[in-house]
């Protein structure tokens, strides 16, 4: 079994927007908009000349802007609290200082894979929350395959479990798509995809 809690990998920072060193700010969603899914849900990443450079989640982005990392750009209706104050859930936030972005591939991690796979099994074609995904080596490493963006991929539980330490083909499954590395490129592919659930990120994708 090809499970991506063995796969060796370590996540790395990502654009300079990880941990914020500081003290923890506890955040609460406001009592209509208490699901879970609300911390989790997607919010776009503009550097600070408005150029889109990544996507986090909505807890990571509130932390950016109670730090003054970051500044909100567009919000959602839903409220947060933290200890002292609420705060409107943004969908675009804004760093305050310029990063410079190395036009590099991505670091290769669990979390990069997932998302480049856009949360989706690239066996079943389902879409699955990132709790319910594993990564699995298209090349079994008992026989040679390596952790790479080319031989990982996204992929729920019960496909792994079928597939165990064979082929794709060896085990009936067919891949949704040729896997590769996560490229600038393919990180603004998929923000314009997302930007059609959300129609305050379109403007900063030039649509």
């Not at 933290?82 to 409107?88: D, E, G, P, Q």
């Not at 996204?154 to 798509?177: F, I, M, V, W």
Request: charged residues 25%; glycine residues 6%.
């Amino acid at each position: 079994m090809e499970n991506g809690t063995k796969s060796g990998l370590r996540p790395r920072p990502n654009l300079g927007l990880g941990r914020v060193v500081g003290d923890p700010v506890q955040l609460k969603p406001s009592a209509p908009q208490s699901r879970p899914s609300l911390m989790q849900a997607p919010v776009l990443v503009l550097n600070a000349t408005f150029e889109p450079i990544n996507v986090t989640a909505v807890r990571r982005a509130l932390v950016l802007v109670l730090k003054g990392v970051a500044q909100a750009e567009e919000s959602h209706h839903a409220e947060v609290h933290s200890t002292s104050k609420s705060v409107l859930v943004p969908s675009v936030i804004r760093l305050v200082a310029y990063r410079h972005i190395p036009q590099q591939s991505r670091a290769l991690s669990r979390k990069n894979i997932l998302l480049r796979d856009r949360n989706t099994c690239q066996f079943c074609g389902q879409a699955f929350p990132a709790s319910e995904l594993t990564l699995d080596h298209v090349m079994p490493r008992s026989r040679g395959g390596r952790s790479s963006w080319e031989n990982l991929v996204a992929c729920c539980y019960s496909c792994n479990n079928h597939k165990g330490d064979r082929t794709p083909e060896e085990a009936g499954l067919k891949l949704q798509r040729r896997p590769r590395p996560f490229t600038l490129h393919t990180s603004r592919q998929l923000m314009r995809l997302m930007g059609h659930r959300d129609e305050k990120w379109r403007k900063y994708l030039f649509y």
